[in-house]
């Protein structure tokens, strides 16, 4: 036998290592769980404060392992004396109920606010989840956040028509309080390098008005009660010769966290237009990916009976976005959705693949091409010049103008609001005086 190549060299199968063991981590010492209680009233419908103290001596906090956990009540008015019980109660929250409870999570390291300043939490949450969890995620884990997917086509449905709704609202029948855990979706709690000891951490969380995560006839009286909120984070004793060795290496550089930073712009579409071209998204360093979707104008602002994750199709014949100059795709997405005999949308439903990197493996997300027209309509594209957004991986910054084109079927019967949500690499700093610094303003 000879070798297929002579610069092909020589190697054994892993099953044939028979002599080496695995590699032992020193690192970490222990680790377990504090509980934080807020600082601030949950009763209030206000700002729910936490203050995470530094952590001190041979300790930092693996904040990538940090939970939400909510004790919450929707409370309804009783049912008249001979009043029937409706089958499906006809008031329940939206889905991702814990994230939508929040506009806006803000997070200071030493009083240095890491969060961007938009108030779209809650949009920023569902995306995240709904394009980075497939079916068994949300019906085993995900339940714990009160996950329930909703039905295509019914996500303004108040019955058994939409199962999730169903679910979440017999979860909560007869004012009954339920216990929900979840991870943060804060881009700091979002890499997973160890929050260094000596920096204080303060997160404030920005209740959202009921009428957006709370579905129910417009008239109906609901309340939404929190009666118990505690932050759960993980703290690791750490290897006395690696603290050392921080600790000489802070004398000369900072710790570095690299983060993924989502921005969420939301922009206002009026009734009655058919086209808009909308220049100067982003203005200066550009995204790396960006996805965006059409909601209702009334769902966004807060209804009650409007769902504000129902990503609507709008009939959008033409979408295209231009980075640089540069129109990204080469050819813009030109869905039909309307088509009487055979609707056209098969590029627009590949974006969320191939946008997210997944479209060549053996991945997938818990959307399937029949419902996405349904409310699951988003469009993802990858900005970067060799499709790397999803790798972790840091491109050369480029700068320049992001434009947005979108053209309609028909005249828009409703004002819409465009949920543009963006990615960017970004990085936050801390120096050996425990200065926090950012590259991105607030």
């Keep these: ?251 000369s550089a900072s710790a570095k966290y690299p983060i993924t930073r989502v921005d969420m712009k939301v922009l206002t579409l009026n009734a009655g237009i058919r086209s808009k071209v909308m220049d100067s998204v982003y203005l200066g360093p550009q995204p790396r990916r960006v996805v965006m979707g059409l909601v209702d104008n009334n769902a966004f602002n807060g209804d009650l009976e409007e769902n504000p994750w129902n990503f609507v199709n709008s009939d959008v014949c033409h979408l295209a976005v231009f980075s640089g100059g540069n129109q990204i795709p080469s050819q813009p997405l030109t869905p039909d959705f309307t088509h009487p005999k055979s609707p056209l949308y098969v590029t627009a439903y590949h974006s969320l693949f191939s946008g997210t990197g997944i479209h060549f493996k053996d991945e997938g997300i818990n959307i399937n091409r029949s419902e996405y027209p349904g409310g699951y309509c988003l469009y993802a594209f990858d900005l970067t010049p060799n499709l790397s957004s999803h790798t972790g991986l840091w491109n050369l910054q480029k700068t320049g103008s992001l434009r947005i084109e979108i053209r309609f079927k028909s005249e828009l019967a409703k004002a819409v609001n465009l949920i543009v949500y963006s990615e960017f690499d970004s990085l936050i700093e801390i120096d050996k005086y425990r200065n926090v610094q950012t590259d991105f303003a607030n």
């Design 1 to 251: 036998m000879a070798f297929l190549h002579k610069d092909s060299h020589v190697c054994a199968k892993s099953e044939l290592d028979l002599f080496n063991l695995p590699l032992t981590d020193e690192s970490s010492e222990s680790g377990d769980y504090l509980e934080i209680h807020p600082v601030s009233s949950t009763k209030d419908g206000g700002v729910i404060e936490f203050v995470v103290p530094p952590a001190s001596g041979d300790y930092y906090y693996d904040v990538a392992n940090t939970l939400l956990y909510l004790v919450v009540q929707l409370v309804v008015p009783s049912l008249a004396t001979g009043e029937a019980a409706p089958a499906v109660p006809k008031a329940g929250p939206v889905n991702n109920w814990p994230h939508a409870l929040f506009d806006h999570i803000q997070v200071l390291l030493n009083g240095k606010d890491t969060t961007s300043g938009s108030h779209c939490y809650g949009y920023k949450a569902y995306i995240d989840t709904i394009l980075g969890y497939d079916l068994p995620a949300q019906q085993s884990h995900l339940t714990t956040r009160l996950f329930a997917k909703d039905t295509a086509f019914e996500f303004n449905s108040r019955d058994a028509r939409n199962k999730g709704y169903e679910a979440r609202a017999n979860a909560l029948s007869d004012n009954r309080s339920v216990d929900i855990i979840s991870n943060l979706h804060c881009d700091f709690f979002g890499q997973e390098r160890y929050l260094i000891n000596g920096v204080e951490m303060k997160l404030r969380l920005h209740r959202s008005k009921t009428a957006f995560h709370v579905m129910a006839s417009r008239d109906a009286q609901v309340d939404v009660r929190i009666h118990t909120a505690k932050l759960l984070i993980r703290r690791v004793k750490i290897n006395p010769s690696i603290l050392l060795a921080h600790h000489k290496a802070l004398e």
